[in-house]
């Protein structure tokens, strides 16, 4: 199910980012789910962060 919900995200930050940038930004999907993977892993580190 998390890498689901992560292709799902990847997917869209994907498409809003090269919507949105001039010049386009060119991140692949599994670039943005490894970026996402990430700060998931910030989250249980510190788990009281605010969001």
Do not use: H
């Amino acid at each position: 199910m998390r890498r689901n919900i992560f292709s799902i995200a990847a997917t869209a930050i994907l498409s809003l980012v090269q919507s949105q940038s001039s010049p386009p930004i060119n991140m692949t999907e599994p670039e943005i789910m490894e970026f996402l993977e990430e700060i998931a892993d910030g989250f249980r580190i510190w788990p009281e962060a605010p969001l």
